[in-house]
């Protein structure tokens, strides 16, 4: 009876050393608002609690090691954290912020990093600067400047340069012209008869 004793006492020590010491992770959130859609989890899920409505939260029974705590939240950025479970002494945790490796305390306080996330940008007003710097509008202000100026500076040249401008702009207009052109066939074909 004695042994029988001493064997389930050595049976339950064994039991104990085997079995890993959990922890609680305990913190708060800190925010303006309502926390009913956010979740606290450790490991993207491997742990997970809902925070009570004065933001207080719970993850039981965390076994010894090294976790990430994120808080899923669609209004605000929250910070994530890194916290080591320690596997000597029950209930002893350490947490630093992973974005500047700052200790934390315990329980957790944690505060949003971005507390009113924007997800879409303004749209611009309407402007007429807008208008006024588009290629097109931009090239048709060039081609008006062009047609307004050019009269005038053709009124202030010499004669002489205003004759040889329009011999050269006939030249080029002849080109283009198909009367003009099978007239000019019509005189080459002559001379070419007269010759023969």
């Not at 939260?57 to 090294?66: E, K, M, Q, R």
Request: hydrophobic share 45%; aromatic share 4%.
């Amino acid at each position: 009876m004695l042994t029988a004793c001493l064997v389930a006492a050595s049976v339950a020590a064994q039991e104990q050393q085997t079995i890993p010491r959990s922890s609680a992770v305990e913190g708060r959130l800190v925010a303006d608002g309502s926390l009913q859609a956010v979740r606290v989890v450790l490991n993207g899920g491997e742990y997970s609690a809902i925070p009570r409505q004065d933001g207080s939260f719970v993850l039981h029974s965390v076994a010894p090691g090294g976790y990430l705590l994120e808080v899923y939240d669609t209004q605000r950025t929250w910070p994530t954290v890194r916290v080591d479970v320690s596997a000597k002494q029950q209930g002893k945790l350490r947490a630093l912020m992973t974005h500047n490796k700052l200790p934390l305390p315990i329980p957790l306080p944690l505060e949003p990093l971005v507390a009113n996330l924007n997800f879409f940008e303004k749209r611009e007003g309407f402007k007429m600067s807008s208008i006024l710097m588009n290629p097109m509008a931009l090239m048709m202000g060039v081609t008006l400047v062009i047609m307004l100026v050019m009269p005038k500076m053709m009124q202030n040249m010499d004669p002489e340069q205003l004759k040889e401008m329009q011999n050269m702009q006939g030249g080029l207009s002849d080109m283009f012209n198909p009367e003009k052109l099978k007239a000019k066939q019509k005189e080459l074909e002559d001379k070419a008869k007269r010759r023969a």
